[in-house]
């Protein structure tokens, strides 16, 4: 991956804020950056999560939600002019004990390529560093592999069960 | 329970803060009231999480996480100068779409009386208010048919799965 497409520390800041760093990329063509300080155009949000089928949602209610995130993340494929979000996800939690994932997404077009993986030991990494000890989140059926694989428990494991309830 | 150990709106307020409510009891001799803004004593709390089997966690993260926490809840037990902690309950957040609730706990000697469930019937009320849609939580094996009486759909139920990661 260190290779002619390594973007330099002041181009990643420049473009992506502090702390924003290089995502290993299947492609030579294409530098991929992790980044927690970029904004996100909610229009553009909005259209990666609903990419891989999620509802859409009231977009000031989505903005309120990702002010009063832990941890808000946008994988960004590079272009100096327009960089464009490929993949995302979400944590809430106290920031201390306990972190919730949420909204876990990669375009379609980027799936099958390890990116989901990085983007999830990225998150891990961060509240790692938080110093949280326990991390949770909800799955579709049809990715429940992929967080198996990765070494996640899935509930109820006799340890812990999980609960849900809808309040509407 | 609107009897004569009913509290005055001044007294709730004076003693547990704004909004505080009282909650019913299965004594008449003891006013139970659920606050919000009352401050924990970190070490009566601890000992709360304690009595119901939970491990210590050092004090200062445990103030971290709960001034992280998007909702804190006391159950009291009214006395003028000295009111006893005998319940709590904690939620994680980001305020708008979704709600984890953590730390749910009844002081033994308070148990079995219908306390739990008002306790987790506030919180759910407090966040629907706050116009959150679903809310989650992770069980002990021994407390799941008491979620399970009160509307909560147990994960995995084909619609969504969960998972657990310990980052230690």
Redesign the interface.
């Known amino acids: 991956m260190i290779s002619f497409c390594s973007l330099t520390p002041e181009i990643l800041e420049e473009l992506y804020g502090r702390g924003a760093r290089q995502c290993p990329s299947p492609n030579d063509q294409v530098s991929l950056v992790f980044s927690q300080a970029k904004p996100f155009d909610l229009v553009e949000l909005e259209q990666l999560l609903a990419s891989v089928g999620w509802s859409r949602?009231p977009v000031r209610?989505?903005r309120?939600?990702?002010e009063?995130?832990?941890l808000k993340v946008g994988l960004w494929r590079h272009d100096p002019k327009f960089p464009r979000l490929v993949g995302f996800a979400?944590c809430?939690?106290?920031?201390?004990?306990?972190a919730?994932v949420?909204d876990v997404a990669v375009h379609p077009l980027y799936q099958g390529t390890g990116l989901g993986k990085q983007l999830m030991n990225y998150i891990?990494e961060e509240?790692?560093k938080m110093?949280?000890?326990?991390?949770?989140?909800?799955?579709?059926?049809g990715v429940?592999d992929f967080?198996l694989r990765q070494?996640?428990?899935?509930?109820?494991?006799?340890?812990?069960?999980?609960?849900?309830?809808?309040?509407?």
């Open positions: 949602r209610r989505v309120r939600a990702l009063n995130s832990l979400r809430t939690g106290d920031g201390v004990l306990e919730t949420w891990l509240l790692s110093g949280i000890e326990e991390v949770t989140l909800f799955a579709d059926p429940v967080y070494g996640w428990l899935l509930e109820p494991s006799g340890n812990r069960c999980a609960f849900w309830y809808s309040t509407q």
